[in-house]
């Protein structure tokens, strides 16, 4: 299912609001670690599936990568990342994930950002990837952890005065779409188990190099210390593969 919630006026409102909208990557709290997960890209020609405000495009271009294209369905999105890499030569274009189509092997490294848990059909997307990647080329990605999806509320279980007690887990093995809240609006997620993710991965002809699944780090908490609670139990999964 490709839905388009971020060109609804007031959710994007709402997103813009966000620390890393508006701050960017270093107020996002897995970069610290993402960062480290990336491979060299100079001269290196890049994708990034979801790109948003263009943050990592920018990043791969400022790091010297040869060329850089960045996809995504939202047209505010795209507007967004335009706006934000001025001066800057990439190529953004506006689409689903799941219908991208480039030559083979076009890219040596292919990166995406919080955007596959909004897909359905992974394991296709990962057999594109794969297919337009060159040989021994990096895949690194970072999604919604399957702890965080497991339930459609996505919230803490609280006391009757309101503090966080912990973070409930229930029909893990469930697999499928989630109904959830956000920013004020019903958004379609899909759960998949860690064991799904990793094996679509290896099935796809990748090898897993690295996986983390980051805590905000100190700078980012002395900063943003509402986010202390992050270290509680994990938000997002990142995972470093190469093309076989």
Known sequence: MKQNKYDDKSFFENYGKMPRSVDGLNAAGEWYVLREMLPEFKDRNVLDLGCGYGWHCIYAKEQGAKNVVGVDLSEKMIQKAKENSKGLTIDYKQGAIEDIDFKPEEFDIVISS?????VKDLETV???INQYLKKGGSFVFSMEHPVFTSRPEQDWFTDTDGNRLHWPIDNYQNEGIRYTQFLGHEVIKYHRTFETIVNT??????TVKQISEPKPSTE????YPEM??????PIFILISAVKN
């Open 114 to 118: 919080l955007a596959f848990h909004y």
């Open 126 to 128: 990962f057999n594109k």
């Open 220 to 223: 980012i908490l002395e900063k």
């Open 201 to 206: 991965l290896i099935k796809a002809n990748f």
């Open 228 to 233: 202390i609670d992050e270290s509680r139990r």
